[in-house]
Each structure stands twice: as structure tokens, then as C-alpha cells.
């Protein structure tokens, strides 16, 4: 897909973040930016296309009601704010979806619903399902019972996930800056990046270490790597801000386009790559380290000097050469426990001595991905 057909894409994703959503009343909600987005989501399904939107914006809702003017510091505080603005949140969207005879729902999701496998497929099923219904869903990160600080930022990527559980065509990230810029956009001089087709072409931009609204802020970097999970599954990503989305998604040559990869990844190793905790480490030797990056086979026992971390057959573990290096990541075969006495063996010595469940790898190389 290029940019000009962006306007012909059938299954979006659309992620708007809290500084987008508070506009100019600052830590609250302003309806006004909600309307407005909804605006541009009713626009798509009225030209046929299905949307899924990714909302933060809970905590900014829930201030106002507990008394406070500015964000809390402190995670219960935060998630207290959450818990009382996300009911916020999602009535706006309700109250205004309804004015275009639109159905809303809400999703609340965490890490580990996208982390463990049976959680992805049964929110898949769901999405799909609320999809033909022709339900737009409100998807926000569960922030009232996160177990891990809440960070801006984390639902650029979540929404990249989200795509590829859906299946989009097209992700749009809208955010308070309206492009990817080569330098903070108050430097002199800063221009807007208004193509990337790979992310490999603006590394050198991202390591330069922009200042805090250019290319090397936190936000932003969320969104570059929301951007490598999307156009690594073959999806394209378009970065603008509210002020422009409905333009964009109409084919201007406004914000950034995020070319989609034409070898893309299957959804199962972005799944893995992205999606997953690994609970452990494989240390790998030289041999096996040369023999999994350039010929792509599983990795066998006897490549593997050492076992770290405690898992069980089926986790996510890592895989690391002799200098620590991280190289894959993969679905190991058999528990923490059993590793250290298969250690440098091979598969029919391990079958004689132990069995013959144990003549198989300790990671299929379709259980692998390399990073």
C-alpha cells in the first residue's frame, strides 16, 4: 500500500494518545478531541472501512473527579485515577459514537493478554466478532490493575499489537506532534520525515539522540518501534496529529508514512518477537550461534553450554551466544529442570540414555525468531 491508498484501506487501527485527548483543558478530558476523532472514525466506516481504536486518556479523565490538577507521581494514585476515569473515557466514546448510530464497546487488555497465547487468540476471537457486528471497539490499556509502572508510551506499542491480532491494513498513530521530525521541531531548521521505507533508513536519526520532542524522545521511540512491529507484519503506519488524521487518512501528504516491509513476518514469530516474556536463557555455543543466524535450523542440545531462569516447556526463553549477546528468541521444548543433564549431548545419545521423547530439539526452528 502507498500513501495514496490509504484511503482505500478496509481495516484500520487508530491509536490517540492522553496529550491528544486533553487538549486545551490540560489534565482533563476535552470532549471536544473525543468528538473529533470520532468524526474521522465514523468518516472511514462510512466508506466501508472497519476501525478499531486504541484510547489512552483514562488516568487525564479520572483527575478532575478526585481533585487533582496535575498527574500524579505515585502508581496507586495513578491507578486510582484510572480506575475512576476509564467509566469517564468510555462514555464519552459511547455518548459519541451514538450520535453517528454507532456501537461502542470497551476492551480493556494487559501485557499478559497479549503475552499468553490462549489470551491473543481469545481476544482475537472477540475482535473479530465485535468487528462484524459493526461495533467499533475502544481498546485502552487496563491500567487500574497493571503490575508494572505505567509509562507513557506503552500504547503505541500495544496498538501495533493490536493490529496485527486484527489483522489491519493500515495503523495510524495520532499524536500532539504531527510528524516524525530529523530534530526537535522547535530546533531551527527541523524538517518533517514524511517517508520511511524501512526503519533501518532513520537509525542514524534515532541514535543521535534528538532532544525531547525529536526523534530521540521516549514518545517518539515507542512509536518508531510501534512502527517496526507494523511494517514488519506488512502493515503501513501513518504518525499525525488530530489536527491533520482526517487529511491524512483522506491521502495528504501530511505526517509520516511508515512503508509496510515486503518481506513481512509471520504473525506467529511478531507474536513472539514482540508479544512474549521469556522466562529464561539458553547460552548457546559458537557452532550453534553461526548455525541458527545462517542456516536457520533448530537449535539441538548439544549447541547449548548453559541453562538460566526457571520455566517449563512451552515458555519463551531466550537465546544468547558466549558473549551474552541476545540472537533469538524461542518456544523451549522442555522444562528449566531437565536441560543441564542434555547439555552438549546429541539427540540419539539423549534417546538411548533417557528415551526416545527425548531424540527432538530444544527449540524448533518454527518456534524461533531471530532479533
Known amino acids: 500500500m502507498s500513501r495514496n491508498q490509504i484511503a482505500s484501506a478496509k481495516r484500520i487501527v487508530i491509536k490517540i494518545g492522553s496529550s491528544s485527548l486533553t487538549g486545551k483543558a490540560g489534565s482533563q478530558l476535552d470532549p471536544e478531541a473525543v468528538d473529533q476523532l470520532v468524526d474521522v472514525v465514523a468518516a472511514c466506516r ?36 484510572a480506575s475512576v476515569g476509564q467509566g469517564l473515557l468510555i462514555a464519552h466514546y459511547t455518548q459519541s459514537f451514538a450520535k453517528h448510530s454507532i456501537t461502542a464497546s470497551q476492551i480493556l487488555i494487559t501485557t499478559q493478554d497479549i503475552v499468553r497465547r490462549s489470551h491473543y487468540q481469545n481476544a482475537q476471537r472477540t475482535l473479530y466478532r465485535l468487528l462484524q457486528l459493526g461495533v467499533v471497539p475502544v481498546i485502552n490499556e487496563n491500567d487500574t490493575v497493571g503490575t508494572q509502572e505505567i509509562r507513557f508510551g506503552d500504547n503505541d506499542r500495544l496498538a501495533a499489537l493490536v493490529a496485527l491480532l486484527v489483522g489491519a491494513e493500515l495503523l495510524v498513530l495520532v499524536s500532539d506532534i504531527d510528524a516524525l521530525y530529523d530534530a526537535p521541531p522547535t530546533q531551527i531548521g527541523a524538517q518533517a520525515i514524511l517517508e520511511v521505507a524501512s526503519i533501518t533508513d532513520i537509525e542514524e536519526v534515532l541514535l543521535g539522540g534528538a532532544g525531547s520532542a525529536g526523534v530521540g524522545s521516549g514518545g517518539m521511540v515507542t512509536k518508531v518501534e510501534a512502527a517496526r512491529i507494523a511494517t514488519g507484519a506488512g502493515i503501513p503506519m501513518v504518525l499525525t496529529s488530530l489536527a491533520d488524521v482526517a487529511k ?19 504473525s506467529r514469530l511478531l507474536w513472539l518477537a514482540h508479544a512474549t516474556t521469556t522466562q529464561g536463557r539458553l547460552v548457546l555455543d559458537a557452532g550453534a550461534v553461526t548455525a541458527i543466524i545462517e542456516r536457520g535450523v533448530s537449535l539441538l542440545p548439544a549447541g547449548v553450554t548453559a541453562v538460566q531462569g526457571d520455566f517449563s516447556a512451552g515458555d519463551a526463553v531466550e537465546l544468547v551466544g558466549p558473549d551474552a549477546k541476545v540472537i533469538a528468541r524461542g518456544l523451549v521444548a522442555f522444562d528449566s529442570d531437565e536441560i543441564p543433564m542434555m547439555l552438549g549431548r546429541s539427540t ?3 534417546a538411548q540414555a533417557l528415551g526416545p521423547e527425548y531424540e527432538r530439539e530444544l527449540v524448533h526452528r518454527d518456534d524461533l525468531v531471530l532479533l
Do not use: C, N
Open 248 to 266: 491524512t487518512l483522506a491521502g495528504s501528504q501530511l505526517g509520516t508514512y511508515f512503508h509496510a516491509q515486503a518481506s513481512k513476518t509471520t
Open 46 to 81: 462510512k466508506r466501508g472501512a472497519e476501525v478499531v481504536v486504541v484510547s489512552s486518556g483514562a488516568i487525564a479523565a479520572g483527575l478532575a473527579p478526585l481533585g487533582f490538577t496535575s498527574r500524579p507521581k505515585d502508581l496507586a494514585t495513578q491507578q486510582a485515577a
Open 348 to 350: 540419539k545419545e539423549l
